[in-house]
């Protein structure tokens, strides 16, 4: 069956803090991960896109890795910032490229 | 370029009425993706549709529920006969080629009374 899970559920840190997300899929075949940040009450915004070949990209302060051998991925937040609080999803899509698996997120709260 | 938008923000419908929600997807975007999430829960696909066809509806409830994206105009997701279960926020995405990134609109919020 495929499936996204991510853990934790819910993660509060101080901030200025790093923090990692996870994100464990058993779908296939495979095509490319995502992770989205949504902020409370707004649509979901890209973060990072990975395919099969990479094993780590960055977009600032936001850092996604994927073992495509382990079905795993992190999305790594250094020196968080207050406005860092939403919820993270991560998104498996398969190569057929019509068939998205969304995690539930992990919700994020980011305190002074 | 404009991002995606929908309409209405809010909507509130009593049970048994019908409820439309629009959505008009980024200049250049001719694939169109409907999600519902419900409260505190994560988002869960809908349908997916291509300019007139609809490509996907494997997430969509098979009665009362029905979508559309003509070839001129927004895409639409119509539920008749609403239920309080109907409650939830819908959103749409689109994406220029399929299975590239998708752009989320701010989702149309339906509450059932």
């Known amino acids: 069956k495929n499936q996204v899970e991510q853990s934790p559920q819910s993660l509060i840190i101080l901030e200025g803090k790093n923090c990692t997300l996870q994100?464990?899929?058993?779908?296939?075949?495979?095509?490319?991960l995502r992770w989205y940040k949504q902020d409370t009450g707004r649509g979901p915004v890209s973060l990072t896109i990975?395919?099969?070949?990479?094993n780590t990209k960055s977009n600032g302060r936001y850092t996604a890795t994927l073992d495509a051998d382990t079905k795993q991925s992190s999305l790594h937040i250094t020196a968080s910032q207050l406005s860092d609080s939403a919820s993270y999803i991560c998104?498996?899509?398969?190569?057929?490229?019509?068939?998205?698996?969304f995690g539930t997120g992990t919700s994020l709260t980011v305190i002074p | 370029n404009a991002g995606v938008m929908q309409n209405p923000r809010h909507l509130v419908r009593r049970r048994g009425q019908e409820a439309r929600l629009r959505c008009s997807p980024m200049?250049?975007?001719?694939?169109v993706y409907w999600y519902r999430q419900l409260p505190e829960e994560g988002l869960k696909f809908m349908v997916y549709?291509?300019?007139?066809?609809?490509?996907?509806e494997s997430g969509m409830p098979k009665e009362r529920f029905s979508a559309e994206f003509p070839k001129e105009g927004p895409s639409i997701l119509r539920i008749q006969q609403v239920v309080r279960g109907d409650s939830a926020a819908y959103f749409c995405?689109?994406?220029?080629?399929?299975?590239?990134?998708?752009?989320f609109g701010p989702g149309t919020r339906l509450t059932v009374l």
């Open positions: 549709l291509q300019k007139e066809n609809i490509i996907d």
């Open positions: 994100c464990n899929y058993t779908v296939s075949p495979f095509s490319n």
């Open positions: 990975m395919t099969f070949s990479e």
């Open positions: 998104v498996v899509t398969t190569n057929t490229g019509n068939q998205f698996y």
């Open positions: 995405a689109s994406s220029p080629i399929l299975g590239d990134t998708q752009y």
């Open positions: 200049k250049g975007h001719s694939h």
